[in-house]
């Protein structure tokens, strides 16, 4: 048997409940940003996908941004420190990033300001493949494979596999 009892007044009610209400889409995405932080298009996304009205929406992310709460610019750098702290090159952050909504501008001052890729390509390259350096054409051909899926470019990839271009 299935119970249908009607809500309890007071109780937590959904976007779909209240869909032009702007404390509530506020409410919901600070509730949102309290798990982890979203750049502004997701967290758009997500209150219209929970039932919330465009014009709502659009003023709870500004009102976020306004108030530092949400930042493309931190949530970017934070992105690129994390993946490639995976070991992810990138050719694939940025890729992730712009699915994600963001500014080119954004996404290559994130890039730039991290890391050393050429060094981590070749830590990714020694965590999965070992310290030598690849011995025969096959193998070098195999850690190039897995360092441009892994989003590092070709010059990257040269570097850390040791694979010398023909000048010909």
Same mark, same amino acid.
């Given at each position: 048997?299935?119970?249908?009892?009607?809500?309890?007044?007071?109780?937590?009610? /959904?976007?779909?409940?209240?869909?032009? @209400?702007?404390?509530? +889409?506020?409410?919901?995405?600070?509730?949102?940003?309290?798990?982890? @932080?979203?750049?502004?298009?997701?967290?758009?996304?997500?209150?219209?996908?929970?039932?919330?009205?465009?014009?709502?929406? /659009?003023?709870?992310?500004?009102?976020? +941004?306004?108030?530092?709460?949400?930042?493309?610019?931190?949530?970017?750098?934070?992105?690129?420190?994390?993946?490639?702290?995976?070991?992810?090159?990138?050719?694939?952050? #940025?890729?992730?990033?712009?699915?994600?909504?963001? &500014? +080119?501008?954004?996404?290559? &001052?994130?890039?730039?300001?991290?890391?050393?890729?050429?060094?981590?390509?070749?830590?990714?390259?020694?965590?999965?493949?070992?310290?030598?350096?690849?011995?025969?054409?096959?193998?070098?051909?195999?850690?190039?494979?897995?360092?441009?899926?892994?989003?590092?470019?070709a010059d990257h990839?040269?570097? #850390?596999?040791?694979?010398?271009?023909?000048?010909?």
């Amino acid at each position: 048997m299935i119970s249908r009892r009607a809500p309890r007044p007071g109780g937590r009610a /959904t976007g779909a409940e209240r869909p032009a @209400d702007p404390a509530a +889409a506020r409410t919901a995405a600070a509730a949102l940003l309290a798990r982890r @932080d979203f750049a502004s298009t997701e967290l758009y996304a997500r209150l219209i996908a929970r039932g919330y009205e465009p014009p709502v929406a /659009t003023e709870a992310v500004a009102g976020l +941004a306004a108030q530092g709460v949400l930042s493309d610019e931190r949530f970017a750098h934070d992105y690129v420190a994390s993946r490639a702290g995976r070991g992810h090159g990138p050719l694939r952050i #940025a890729a992730e990033l712009r699915a994600r909504g963001l &500014a +080119a501008a954004l996404i290559e &001052a994130a890039l730039a300001a991290a890391v050393d890729w050429r060094a981590l390509a070749g830590a990714a390259r020694a965590r999965r493949f070992g310290k030598a350096p690849p011995a025969s054409w096959k193998e070098k051909a195999r850690q190039a494979r897995f360092l441009q899926y892994r989003g590092f470019s070709a010059d990257h990839t040269r570097a #850390a596999t040791g694979i010398v271009p023909d000048t010909d």
